[in-house]
């Protein structure tokens, strides 16, 4: 499905991975935030719109016949990091319930805003669907 690149002598990254390589159909989304179908935030609380967020992700990759283990990178933007950080001792099983144990390559990025007010976290991923 996917090959870790994982540099020898590198320490082992927490969470996510330097670098993946895979082979079949690419599947990108859109920067997904943490509202639900009706396109209705029922939270401003971060690690429960992160859930969604992923959950959103899930939904579009399942579209394509994939699944959250496709994903071979993903894009965070955040409103607020020292928020993000404070929450990241919480973040593992919100984050597992969606992604189960899978650490694609990921970048966090802080942002002064997002194009909808209430968002405080969207995230866009590249998944790739083995041949």
């Known amino acids: 499905m ?5 540099p020898e002598g590198w320490a082992r990254p927490v969470g996510y991975s330097n670098g ?9 989304t859109g920067g997904q ?6 396109c209705e935030f029922e939270t401003d609380d971060l690690l ?11 939904a579009i990759l399942k579209e394509a016949g994939a699944r ?11 409103t607020d990091l020292a928020e993000y950080r404070a929450a990241l001792q919480r973040m593992g099983p919100v984050y597992r319930a969606v992604m189960g144990r899978h650490f694609p390559p990921m970048a966090v990025v802080e942002v002064t805003g ?18």
């Open 2 to 6: 996917h090959e870790i690149l994982q």
């Open 20 to 28: 993946m390589a895979a082979r079949g159909r690419i599947i990108v």
């Open 33 to 38: 935030i943490g509202w639900n179908a009706q």
């Open 48 to 58: 429960a719109q992160i859930g969604q967020t992923l959950a959103n992700i899930a």
């Open 68 to 78: 959250p283990e496709h994903i071979i990178s993903m894009t965070w933007y955040l």
């Open 114 to 131: 997002l194009v909808e007010a209430r968002a405080k976290v969207e995230i866009q991923a590249t998944a790739v669907l083995p041949d």
